[in-house]
């Protein structure tokens, strides 16, 4: 496709309930990102995928967070037993290159409400 | 933390004016980026200036990069009222994979 995209672009969630969100990355970009960016913000880095090698996930804020990237394209992030601090919304960045060296073309974000 | 710190946090201009926005690290860097986010477009990239370069323009937009002062500056000159936005800097990390936001300035630009 042209750009990046996720889905779905709304979800709530009552507390507790598990979440998966997905991103589409442009076609053939090497690194994958997922960020969390609260109301008023800059995006918290989470997670950081290299086709489908997950190489650091030390921004992910607890072990109720998980990501996948199984074939090295689309990558899902999951959310089990979900919080109302979880509230947020959720980025998906990719880039051509390996490492933070290039330029992140950014999806239209996914915003998770937990009630 | 490595997080970039901006000033101002808001800043309100006329349109046609110059508008400039600073950020300021703590620690090495390989790369520093700026991006700008309003609701129609979300988070698009503007610029990126590699921990070995001092200054480089695209279009209305000059960036400058002092590594000694770990500061970086973001000139946007003849100000639209569609600049009206967020703007971010952002640090590549030196380990290499994370890329580190700053809270960002809010840019309003007035018609």
């Known amino acids: 496709g042209a750009g990046v995209s996720q889905s779905p672009r709304y979800k709530v969630a009552k507390r507790g309930q598990d979440v998966a969100l997905r991103c589409d990355p442009i076609?053939?970009?090497?690194?994958l990102f997922w960020y969390q960016q609260a109301l008023g913000q800059g995006p918290e880095f989470l997670t950081y995928?290299?086709?489908?090698?997950?190489?650091?996930k030390s921004g992910l804020p607890s072990d109720r967070f998980f990501a996948e990237r199984p074939e090295g394209s689309v990558s899902t992030l999951k959310i089990q037993r979900t919080q109302q601090e979880d509230s947020a919304v959720y980025l998906c960045?990719?880039?051509?290159?390996?490492?933070?060296?290039?330029?992140?073309?950014f999806g239209p974000g996914t915003r998770l409400t937990v009630l | 933390s490595q997080q970039g710190e901006e000033d101002p946090q808001a800043l309100s201009i006329q349109e046609g004016e110059n508008a400039t926005m600073n950020c300021s690290y703590k620690?090495?860097?390989?790369?520093l980026q700026w991006y700008r986010q309003n609701s129609g477009r979300g988070l698009v990239h503007l610029i990126l200036?590699?921990?070995?370069?001092r200054e480089k323009h695209s279009g209305r937009l000059r960036v400058t990069l002092d590594t000694s002062k770990k500061s970086s500056s973001l000139l946007i000159t003849a100000s639209r009222a569609a600049d009206t936005a967020s703007y971010f800097c952002?640090?590549?990390?030196?380990?290499?994979?994370?890329?580190?936001f700053g809270a960002g300035t809010r840019l309003f630009v007035k018609a």
């Open positions: 960045a990719s880039s051509f290159g390996g490492y933070a060296y290039n330029e992140q073309f």
């Open positions: 200036i590699r921990s070995n370069e």
């Open positions: 995928f290299q086709n489908e090698a997950q190489l650091d």
């Open positions: 620690t090495s860097i390989n790369n």
């Open positions: 076609s053939g970009h090497v690194s």
């Open positions: 952002a640090l590549g990390d030196t380990g290499g994979f994370k890329t580190i």
